[in-house]
């Protein structure tokens, strides 16, 4: 060995052990291996030697090569190593720390009664049907027999919207009941639809909002009776409100969709504001057995099927079952008011929770 490789090997060797990251470390390994490295100059000068001193030399020199590249691959793999541990070390997750605080999302009441709706009817059999809210005068009156001079428009408090061309001014929706018009002409009988969704009236007081929601029922088949919409709407009723002995009238009534019209009640205490007995009754729901000129303005023929429709007022059914005196308050959003009727969206809505 010569000088200039004793000293390269000693100078490399003390280089590597003071690098201590890999920055460094790839310095030391240019300054040695690299084009104008150290190594690569002594082999370079091979060439400009005597033949019989180069074979010796050259010997000499990739032995040195290969001791040096051992020795710089041995520490690039203990700082990488190194590297790991400390990486290991400082981003090391303690599993027994409690987790910070979040505060949970609740359920608005509304949406929590239509999951409740829509996980009883669900069970019966019904799926989901959807209309727009801006409705054609059409498929909210006339279709639902209706017709312009009817006296029945003059009570649903109408928003109209500006006219397009010589149509009939398009109406905020008055009732869900469009969509069984919508559900009607687009499905061929039988039909089993709940049909949920905003609704709008011009009024406004502690029990009504110009913007509220509806819950509407549709079975049509071949041989739907009175019978199947009794037994329907009070197996609802008494699922909803958890009361298997919930008192339920039906009482003779009028729509112009509907004939013959019942609307139902449920028994209470008017005093006290308990559901069930106490031998006072409470209006809650609108239904009736599908008017065959309704069937036929959807395509449908009254002479072989016939059905059921029903209607009810979301916020009402809401009130009456976390006894929330004041309907205002549901659109206000005061967190206030949310925190405390809020529902946990952890618990599933479920058919019977008080039975
Ligand atoms: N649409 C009626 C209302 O808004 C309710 C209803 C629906 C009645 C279906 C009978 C059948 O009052």
């Known amino acids: 060995m010569t000088d200039a490789s004793i000293h390269l090997k000693a100078e490399t060797e003390v280089a590597l052990a003071a690098a201590s990251d890999l920055r460094a470390w790839d310095a030391v390994r240019v300054s040695v291996l690299g084009k104008a490295g150290r190594l690569t100059a002594l082999l370079k000068e091979l060439g400009r030697l005597p033949p019989e001193v180069r074979r010796e030399r050259g ?9 040096l590249t051992a020795a710089i691959e041995a520490r690039r793999q203990a700082l990488d190593a190194a590297a790991l541990d400390a990486r290991l070390a400082a981003e090391r997750i303690d599993p027994t720390l409690p987790p910070r605080p979040r505060p949970a999302g609740l359920i608005h009441p509304i949406s929590r009664t239509a999951d409740e709706i829509i996980a009883i009817f669900g069970a019966m059999g019904f799926s989901v049907a959807e209309g727009p809210d801006v409705e054609t005068d059409w498929h909210n009156f006339g279709a639902l027999n209706i017709p312009g001079h009817h006296p029945a428009r003059a009570d649903h408090d109408t928003f109209y919207l500006p006219a397009i061309g010589d149509a009939p001014p398009p109406v905020l929706r008055t009732h869900t009941s469009p969509v069984q018009i ?12 709940i049909a949920m969704g905003r609704t709008y009236r011009a009024d406004h007081d502690a029990t009504h909002s110009p913007m509220f929601h509806q819950c509407e029922g549709l079975v049509i088949d071949r041989a739907i009776t009175l019978g199947h919409l009794k037994g329907c ?4 009723l008494r699922a909803f409100f958890g009361l298997s ?89 005061d967190i206030r008011w949310l925190r405390h009727h809020g529902a946990n969206p952890l618990a599933p809505a479920t058919l019977h929770e008080r039975a």
Request: net charge neutral.
């Open 233 to 236: 709407v009070t197996d609802f």
């Open 182 to 193: 919508r559900t009607m002409l687009e499905q061929a009988p039988p039909i089993r639809v």
């Open 245 to 333: 002995g919930l008192p339920v009238r039906f009482r003779a009534s009028y729509f112009p969709f509907t004939e013959p019209s019942m609307e139902v009640d449920i028994g209470w205490n008017r005093r006290t504001g308990e559901l069930g007995g106490g031998g006072d009754w409470l209006e809650i729901l609108g239904s009736g057995m599908v008017h065959p000129r309704v069937l036929a303005n959807c395509g449908i023929d009254p002479r072989q099927w016939q059905g059921f429709a029903f209607g009810m007022g979301v916020e009402r059914i809401t009130m009456l079952k976390g006894n929330i005196a004041d309907l205002r308050p549901f659109f206000d959003s």
């Open 59 to 67: 010997v000499g020199l990739n032995r040195l090569r290969d001791e």
